[in-house]
């Protein structure tokens, strides 16, 4: 049999809203296509209660998808009651996680009839002879996670193939908190092990058998391991092995540029310089994404409000720009903070005044974990939901430490 192993969707994902919908639509048609059952290990939806207009995205998805003639169909089901034999089956994520025994999104979309949700139950797809289990745990708090492994019901049969479906964080994934559970913690007897949460694609072993993640159908974080293409994977159950295809998303480029002992005027023109390269490096047909880093120290004399950055962001209309400064020396003393507020420095962004009195503030409250000031700021002065403000604030505090 086929699997089509698809993730990370966010759904209702603000800032690149359409790319979220598009994304996923072309995703999971073309996995319909090529597979006979599909696999989703979590995030379908980017917050816990999706608006009305996300919820009405997600019908739309799987009402077309479940429309489908497969010849595989799901046969057994360990849940409280199953509402389709359509061959798609999922699980929540740490997106769509809420208090246990509350309903979420994904459950929605079962009661709704179109998809099978497996969270702390399997399901088992049979086409001709051959079946296919898949055994579902949805994101969990980390501390949580091996308690629940404990707890879960598995009764695993020989005679079919197996599959353990997680959405969680792994210690050899992200190896800052030896809390996580480490991959070999995993339940044995499996013959394929899938996970979500994480946004690049990745291929592990868990006990001798492939562990997958296919990684987000849509940018989210701006980290350089996004730059890689956004897909899915088939997996064949008959030759073990598994392909991935590439969707038309957005181009990712993260640039990084070292300004060490170099004039505004020239970075500047570095900074434009490797724009345009990233604008010509695009293949597809929607704006790219440029993520320009810059990190030293300027030229003695200069600080680093007289780069305008904010001017370069805005004045490009063929890419979505967005430039961060890393480790750039900041403004420091208290004197040039009052020149700030006293509007004696000309020439200054809102942004730039505000991540000096942000600074400021930390010094006073004697600051002292490694995250990056500037990105944080940037963070915590964001459009985004309260929500996803907490959490990417405590994304680049964790992951810095």
């Given at each position: 049999?086929?699997?089509?192993?698809?993730?990370?969707?966010?759904?209702?994902?603000?800032?690149?809203?359409?790319?979220?919908?598009?994304?996923?639509?072309?995703?999971?048609?073309?996995?319909?296509?090529?597979?006979?059952?599909?696999?989703?290990?979590?995030?379908?939806?980017?917050?816990?209660?999706?608006?009305?207009?996300?919820?009405?995205?997600?019908?739309?998805?799987?009402?077309?998808?479940?429309?489908?003639?497969?010849?595989?169909?799901?046969?057994?089901?360990?849940?409280?009651?199953?509402?389709?034999?359509?061959?798609?089956?999922?699980?929540?994520?740490?997106?769509?996680?809420?208090?246990?025994?509350?309903?979420?999104?994904?459950?929605?979309?079962?009661?709704?009839?179109?998809?099978?949700?497996?969270?702390?139950?399997?399901?088992?797809?049979?086409?001709?002879?051959?079946?296919?289990?898949?055994?579902?745990?949805?994101?969990?708090?980390?501390?949580?996670?091996?308690?629940?492994?404990?707890?879960?019901?598995?009764?695993?049969?020989?005679?079919?193939?197996?599959?353990?479906?997680?959405?969680?964080?792994?210690?050899?994934?992200?190896?800052?908190?030896?809390?996580?559970?480490?991959?070999?913690?995993?339940?044995?007897?499996?013959?394929?092990?899938?996970?979500?949460?994480?946004?690049?694609?990745?291929?592990?072993?868990?006990?001798?058998?492939?562990?997958l993640i296919p990684g987000s159908t849509v940018l989210t974080q701006l980290k350089g391991v996004e730059q890689e293409e956004k897909g899915f994977i088939i997996y064949d159950t008959?030759?073990?092995?598994?392909?991935?295809?590439?969707?038309?998303?957005?181009?990712?480029?993260?640039?990084?540029?070292?300004?060490?002992?170099?004039?505004?005027?020239?970075?500047?023109?570095?900074?434009?310089?490797?724009?345009?390269?990233?604008?010509?490096?695009?293949?597809?047909?929607?704006?790219?994404?440029?993520?320009?880093?810059?990190?030293?120290?300027?030229k003695e004399g200069f600080k680093p409000i007289d780069i305008n950055l904010g001017q370069i962001s805005s004045d490009n209309n063929e890419a979505i720009v967005e430039i961060t400064?890393?480790?750039?020396?900041?403004?420091?003393?208290?004197?040039?903070?009052?020149?700030?507020?006293?509007?004696?420095?000309?020439?200054?962004?809102?942004?730039?005044?505000?991540?000096?009195?942000?600074?400021?503030?930390?010094?006073?409250?004697?600051?002292?974990?490694?995250?990056?000031?500037?990105?944080?700021?940037?963070?915590?002065?964001?459009?985004?939901?309260?929500?996803?403000?907490?959490?990417?604030?405590?994304?680049?505090?964790?992951?810095?430490?």
């Amino acid at each position: 049999m086929k699997i089509g192993i698809l993730s990370d969707f966010h759904l209702g994902y603000e800032r690149f809203f359409d790319d979220a919908y598009t994304q996923a639509r072309e995703a999971i048609e073309r996995a319909s296509e090529l597979a006979d059952m599909l696999i989703i290990p979590g995030d379908i939806f980017d917050y816990r209660k999706p608006e009305p207009e996300v919820m009405a995205q997600a019908v739309e998805i799987f009402r077309d998808v479940s429309q489908k003639n497969y010849d595989a169909k799901v046969v057994e089901y360990t849940g409280k009651r199953l509402y389709t034999d359509k061959p798609i089956i999922a699980i929540p994520g740490t997106h769509e996680r809420r208090a246990e025994d509350s309903i979420d999104s994904v459950d929605v979309l079962h009661l709704a009839g179109l998809l099978v949700e497996v969270n702390k139950s399997k399901a088992v797809v049979q086409k001709g002879d051959e079946r296919v289990s898949v055994y579902g745990l949805g994101g969990i708090a980390e501390e949580r996670f091996k308690a629940a492994l404990k707890d879960l019901d598995l009764n695993l049969n020989k005679n079919e193939f197996n599959i353990f479906m997680i959405h969680q964080t792994l210690y050899e994934l992200l190896p800052f908190s030896e809390e996580f559970t480490h991959i070999e913690e995993l339940p044995e007897g499996f013959d394929l092990y899938v996970n979500g949460h994480i946004h690049n694609r990745l291929e592990l072993k868990c006990h001798g058998k492939e562990f997958l993640i296919p990684g987000s159908t849509v940018l989210t974080q701006l980290k350089g391991v996004e730059q890689e293409e956004k897909g899915f994977i088939i997996y064949d159950t008959k030759t073990g092995t598994h392909e991935f295809y590439k969707i038309n998303s957005r181009h990712f480029s993260l640039i990084k540029i070292n300004i060490e002992g170099k004039e505004p005027k020239t970075i500047n023109e570095s900074i434009q310089l490797a724009i345009e390269n990233g604008i010509k490096n695009n293949k597809t047909n929607k704006k790219p994404i440029i993520k320009v880093e810059i990190t030293g120290k300027l030229k003695e004399g200069f600080k680093p409000i007289d780069i305008n950055l904010g001017q370069i962001s805005s004045d490009n209309n063929e890419a979505i720009v967005e430039i961060t400064k890393n480790n750039v020396e900041q403004i420091s003393n208290s004197k040039e903070v009052e020149d700030l507020r006293n509007g004696n420095l000309e020439n200054i962004s809102i942004k730039d005044f505000g991540i000096a009195v942000f600074l400021e503030k930390l010094s006073n409250s004697k600051y002292s974990l490694d995250a990056n000031p500037s990105k944080l700021f940037d963070i915590l002065s964001s459009e985004d939901k309260k929500e996803v403000i907490i959490k990417n604030a405590m994304d680049e505090i964790f992951s810095s430490n």
